[in-house]
Nanobody, 126 residues
Framework: QVQLVESGGGSVQAGGPLRLSCAAS????????TGWFRQAPGKEREFVAA????????VYLDSVKGRFTIARDNAKNTVYLQMNSLKSEDTAVYYC???????????????????WGQGTQVTVSS
């Protein structure tokens, strides 16, 4: 079983940065695709970014391309989401997730992901 714990959320002014971390425990996730999703109040949970097992392939939601960067450190069993130039519409609870299937191609669909963290709140004020 894999446990995922997010950290790094908080409140920030529009235009500012935040870095989220997702630490895995229970077993290594170095062979898994991992992703970040978010859910704003009254909205569906949506895909933000994902990274394959090696870190060589990443995919992003169009609205965060060029502002957000997903990365991983397999030695630390940790995945990161660097968020720059934050906008008020980025306000949401951010969740980390891991897909235990073959980790070659990161996926954007929620249904592929087997393990989820509890989420961390990101609030961007304008």
């Amino acid at each position: 079983q894999v446990q995922l714990v997010e950290s790094g959320g908080g409140s920030v002014q529009a235009g500012g940065p935040l870095r989220l971390s997702c630490a895995a425990s229970g077993r290594t996730v170095s062979s898994y695709t991992t992703g970040w999703f978010r859910q704003a109040p009254g909205k569906e949970r949506e895909f933000v970014a994902a990274i394959n097992w090696s870190g060589g392939i990443t995919v992003y939601l169009d609205s965060v391309k060029g502002r957000f960067t997903i990365a991983r450190d397999n030695a630390k069993n940790t995945v990161y989401l660097q968020m720059n130039s934050l906008k008020s519409e980025d306000t949401a609870v951010y969740y980390c997730a891991a897909d235990k299937g073959p980790g070659w191609t990161p996926k954007s669909e929620l249904s592929w992901y087997d393990y989820w963290g509890q989420g961390t709140q990101v609030t961007v004020s304008s």
